[in-house]
Protein backbone atom coordinates (compact mmCIF):
# COMPACT_ATOMS: atom_id res chain seq x y z
CA UNK A 1 0.00 0.00 0.00
CA UNK A 2 1.60 3.97 -0.97
CA UNK A 3 2.70 5.41 1.81
CA UNK A 4 1.40 9.01 0.83
CA UNK A 5 -0.83 10.83 -1.94
CA UNK A 6 0.72 12.91 -4.54
CA UNK A 7 0.31 16.18 -3.98
CA UNK A 8 -2.58 18.01 -6.02
CA UNK A 9 -2.22 20.66 -8.19
CA UNK A 10 -5.13 22.69 -9.65
CA UNK A 11 -4.25 24.79 -12.56
CA UNK A 12 -6.55 27.28 -14.47
CA UNK A 13 -4.95 28.78 -17.81
CA UNK A 14 -6.34 28.66 -21.07
CA UNK A 15 -3.73 27.79 -23.00
CA UNK A 16 -4.36 23.98 -23.35
CA UNK A 17 -0.82 23.22 -24.87
CA UNK A 18 0.91 24.98 -21.53
CA UNK A 19 -1.51 23.15 -18.96
CA UNK A 20 -0.41 20.04 -20.92
CA UNK A 21 3.03 20.46 -20.87
CA UNK A 22 2.98 21.47 -16.59
CA UNK A 23 0.86 18.19 -16.37
CA UNK A 24 3.25 16.05 -17.90
CA UNK A 25 6.38 17.53 -16.10
CA UNK A 26 4.34 17.71 -12.75
CA UNK A 27 2.96 14.14 -12.96
CA UNK A 28 6.71 12.96 -13.93
CA UNK A 29 7.72 14.38 -10.32
CA UNK A 30 5.17 12.95 -8.10
CA UNK A 31 2.57 15.59 -8.24
CA UNK A 32 -1.47 15.23 -9.97
CA UNK A 33 -2.29 17.77 -11.88
CA UNK A 34 -5.74 19.10 -12.83
CA UNK A 35 -6.31 21.43 -15.54
CA UNK A 36 -8.96 23.78 -15.77
CA UNK A 37 -9.92 27.16 -18.70
CA UNK A 38 -12.27 29.13 -16.53
CA UNK A 39 -12.63 30.44 -13.10
CA UNK A 40 -15.67 28.56 -12.53
CA UNK A 41 -14.39 25.17 -13.31
CA UNK A 42 -11.62 25.94 -10.82
CA UNK A 43 -13.88 26.64 -8.24
CA UNK A 44 -15.96 23.53 -8.89
CA UNK A 45 -12.52 21.53 -8.91
CA UNK A 46 -11.73 23.80 -5.09
CA UNK A 47 -15.24 22.01 -3.89
CA UNK A 48 -14.87 18.84 -5.10
CA UNK A 49 -11.09 17.95 -4.13
CA UNK A 50 -8.35 18.14 -2.14
CA UNK A 51 -6.02 20.81 -3.74
CA UNK A 52 -2.72 21.41 -2.64
CA UNK A 53 -2.10 24.26 -4.49
CA UNK A 54 -3.25 26.58 -6.77
CA UNK A 55 -1.26 27.68 -10.19
CA UNK A 56 -3.40 30.46 -11.85
CA UNK A 57 -2.96 32.99 -14.79
CA UNK A 58 -3.65 36.36 -14.36
CA UNK A 59 -4.51 36.91 -18.49
CA UNK A 60 -7.54 34.89 -19.05
CA UNK A 61 -10.07 35.48 -21.38
CA UNK A 62 -13.29 37.98 -20.41
CA UNK A 63 -11.67 37.10 -16.36
CA UNK A 64 -10.20 39.22 -13.93
CA UNK A 65 -7.01 36.62 -13.35
CA UNK A 66 -6.42 39.16 -9.80
CA UNK A 67 -10.03 38.68 -8.85
CA UNK A 68 -9.73 35.33 -8.63
CA UNK A 69 -7.22 35.03 -6.66
CA UNK A 70 -8.79 37.59 -4.05
CA UNK A 71 -11.96 35.00 -4.12
CA UNK A 72 -9.05 31.75 -4.08
CA UNK A 73 -8.07 33.42 -1.08
CA UNK A 74 -11.26 34.31 0.71
CA UNK A 75 -12.75 30.38 0.31
CA UNK A 76 -9.45 28.77 0.74
CA UNK A 77 -6.10 28.64 2.65
CA UNK A 78 -4.73 26.91 -0.47
CA UNK A 79 -1.38 28.23 -1.62
CA UNK A 80 -1.37 30.24 -4.68
CA UNK A 81 1.04 30.48 -7.41
CA UNK A 82 0.70 33.20 -9.82
CA UNK A 83 1.60 33.05 -13.64
CA UNK A 84 2.06 36.46 -15.28
CA UNK A 85 3.85 38.14 -18.23
CA UNK A 86 7.05 39.55 -17.89
CA UNK A 87 5.50 42.98 -18.18
CA UNK A 88 3.08 42.63 -15.36
CA UNK A 89 4.95 44.09 -12.54
CA UNK A 90 1.72 45.94 -10.66
CA UNK A 91 -0.65 42.55 -11.21
CA UNK A 92 2.17 40.63 -9.63
CA UNK A 93 2.53 43.04 -6.39
CA UNK A 94 -1.21 43.56 -6.20
CA UNK A 95 -1.41 39.39 -6.48
CA UNK A 96 1.25 38.89 -3.11
CA UNK A 97 -0.82 41.49 -1.59
CA UNK A 98 -4.10 39.70 -1.91
CA UNK A 99 -2.50 36.78 -0.33
CA UNK A 100 -0.54 35.21 -2.97
CA UNK A 101 2.29 33.06 -2.19
CA UNK A 102 4.89 33.51 -5.26
CA UNK A 103 4.27 34.25 -8.99
CA UNK A 104 6.00 32.88 -12.19
CA UNK A 105 6.76 34.95 -14.93
CA UNK A 106 6.09 33.30 -18.73
CA UNK A 107 7.37 31.81 -20.37
CA UNK A 108 9.18 29.91 -18.23
CA UNK A 109 10.60 26.98 -17.56
CA UNK A 110 9.09 23.38 -16.25
CA UNK A 111 11.76 22.79 -13.55
CA UNK A 112 11.77 26.33 -12.42
CA UNK A 113 8.20 25.73 -11.65
CA UNK A 114 8.36 22.14 -10.24
CA UNK A 115 11.30 24.18 -7.91
CA UNK A 116 8.83 27.23 -6.64
CA UNK A 117 6.09 24.47 -6.30
CA UNK A 118 7.96 22.44 -3.92
CA UNK A 119 9.06 25.39 -2.03
CA UNK A 120 5.46 26.71 -1.69
CA UNK A 121 4.10 23.36 -0.23
CA UNK A 122 7.31 22.64 1.85
CA UNK A 123 6.06 26.46 3.84
CA UNK A 124 2.88 24.93 4.27
CA UNK A 125 3.42 21.97 5.71
CA UNK A 126 5.53 23.30 8.40
CA UNK A 127 2.46 25.90 9.41
CA UNK A 128 0.47 22.32 9.18
CA UNK A 129 2.39 21.34 12.14
CA UNK A 130 1.19 24.38 14.00
CA UNK A 131 -1.32 24.36 16.49
CA UNK A 132 -4.64 23.40 15.24
CA UNK A 133 -7.17 25.86 13.59
CA UNK A 134 -10.14 24.16 14.35
CA UNK A 135 -12.72 24.21 11.71
CA UNK A 136 -10.58 24.64 9.20
CA UNK A 137 -9.68 21.44 8.27
CA UNK A 138 -10.30 20.16 4.48
CA UNK A 139 -8.82 16.41 4.06
CA UNK A 140 -6.98 13.81 5.73
CA UNK A 141 -4.56 11.57 4.53
CA UNK A 142 -2.95 8.91 5.54
CA UNK A 143 -1.26 5.63 4.04
CA UNK A 144 -2.56 6.75 0.56
CA UNK A 145 -5.70 7.19 1.63
CA UNK A 146 -7.28 10.77 1.42
CA UNK A 147 -10.57 12.07 3.58
CA UNK A 148 -12.11 14.85 2.16
CA UNK A 149 -13.82 16.49 5.06
CA UNK A 150 -16.08 19.12 2.48
CA UNK A 151 -17.38 16.07 0.20
CA UNK A 152 -17.41 13.64 2.81
CA UNK A 153 -15.51 11.43 0.24
CA UNK A 154 -13.01 8.78 0.66
CA UNK A 155 -10.32 7.97 -1.74
CA UNK A 156 -8.35 4.75 -2.05
CA UNK A 157 -4.78 4.56 -2.58
CA UNK A 158 -5.79 3.66 -6.47
CA UNK A 159 -7.73 6.51 -6.79
CA UNK A 160 -10.86 4.81 -6.64
CA UNK A 161 -13.63 6.17 -4.52
CA UNK A 162 -15.04 4.21 -1.31
CA UNK A 163 -18.54 4.99 -0.36
CA UNK A 164 -19.44 5.56 3.14
CA UNK A 165 -22.42 5.53 5.39
CA UNK A 166 -22.67 8.31 7.39
CA UNK A 167 -21.68 6.32 10.33
CA UNK A 168 -18.14 5.11 8.72
CA UNK A 169 -17.70 8.08 8.12
CA UNK A 170 -17.82 9.94 11.00
CA UNK A 171 -15.62 6.95 12.28
CA UNK A 172 -12.96 7.51 10.76
CA UNK A 173 -13.10 11.06 11.08
CA UNK A 174 -12.96 11.11 14.53
CA UNK A 175 -9.78 8.31 14.02
CA UNK A 176 -8.23 10.60 11.55
CA UNK A 177 -8.36 13.42 14.57
CA UNK A 178 -6.34 11.50 16.94
CA UNK A 179 -4.15 9.19 14.66
CA UNK A 180 -1.77 6.83 16.04
CA UNK A 181 -4.21 7.00 19.42
CA UNK A 182 -6.62 4.41 21.33
CA UNK A 183 -9.93 5.36 21.45
CA UNK A 184 -12.56 3.73 23.52
CA UNK A 185 -16.20 2.75 22.27
CA UNK A 186 -16.84 5.62 24.35
CA UNK A 187 -14.71 7.99 23.05
CA UNK A 188 -15.50 7.37 19.33
CA UNK A 189 -19.23 7.24 20.26
CA UNK A 190 -19.12 11.04 21.62
CA UNK A 191 -16.65 12.12 19.20
CA UNK A 192 -19.06 10.73 16.03
CA UNK A 193 -21.63 12.37 18.17
CA UNK A 194 -21.55 15.86 16.42
CA UNK A 195 -22.18 14.32 12.64
CA UNK A 196 -24.40 11.57 12.54
CA UNK A 197 -27.12 9.97 14.40
CA UNK A 198 -26.68 6.81 12.92
CA UNK A 199 -23.57 5.71 15.26
CA UNK A 200 -26.44 5.42 18.07
CA UNK A 201 -28.05 3.36 16.41
CA UNK A 202 -25.83 0.86 15.13
CA UNK A 203 -22.65 -0.53 17.76
CA UNK A 204 -19.26 1.17 17.30
CA UNK A 205 -17.94 -2.44 16.32
CA UNK A 206 -20.21 -3.09 13.62
CA UNK A 207 -19.54 0.15 11.92
CA UNK A 208 -15.53 -0.49 12.43
CA UNK A 209 -15.84 -3.90 10.90
CA UNK A 210 -17.34 -2.20 8.14
CA UNK A 211 -14.71 0.14 7.60
CA UNK A 212 -11.99 -2.56 7.68
CA UNK A 213 -14.03 -4.35 4.67
CA UNK A 214 -13.69 -1.54 2.53
CA UNK A 215 -10.60 -0.33 3.75
CA UNK A 216 -7.79 -3.18 4.51
CA UNK A 217 -6.77 -6.03 2.41
CA UNK A 218 -7.32 -8.67 4.83
CA UNK A 219 -10.27 -7.45 7.26
CA UNK A 220 -10.36 -10.35 9.24
CA UNK A 221 -6.02 -9.41 9.79
CA UNK A 222 -6.39 -5.27 10.13
CA UNK A 223 -3.68 -3.13 9.94
CA UNK A 224 -4.61 0.40 9.44
CA UNK A 225 -7.67 0.31 12.27
CA UNK A 226 -6.23 -2.07 14.86
CA UNK A 227 -8.24 -3.36 17.72
CA UNK A 228 -6.38 -2.45 21.07
CA UNK A 229 -7.64 -5.04 23.04
CA UNK A 230 -9.64 -4.42 26.24
CA UNK A 231 -8.97 -0.62 25.10
CA UNK A 232 -10.42 -0.02 21.75
CA UNK A 233 -9.40 0.91 18.28
CA UNK A 234 -6.28 2.70 17.05
CA UNK A 235 -5.43 4.19 13.72
CA UNK A 236 -2.14 2.90 12.74
CA UNK A 237 -0.75 5.50 10.68
CA UNK A 238 0.39 8.92 10.81
CA UNK A 239 -1.98 11.45 9.23
CA UNK A 240 -1.51 14.63 7.24
CA UNK A 241 -4.19 17.49 7.72
CA UNK A 242 -4.64 19.59 4.90
CA UNK A 243 -6.21 23.02 5.70
Not at 51 to 60: R, Y
Request: proline share 4%; with cysteine; glycine share 6%.
Amino acid sequence: MTNSVAPHILMLDDDAAICELVAEYLGNNEMRVTCVHTGSAMFAALEAHAVDLVLLDLKLPGEDGLQLARQVRERATVPIILLTGRNEEADRVMGLELGADDYVTKPFSPRELLARVRAVLRRYQVQATLPERDGSRRAFRFSGWELNLRTRRLTAPDGTVVELSNGEFSLLNALCRSPQRVLSRDQLLSLSRLHEAEVYDRSIDVQIRRLRVKMEQDATAPKLIVTERGAGYRLASDVDTLF
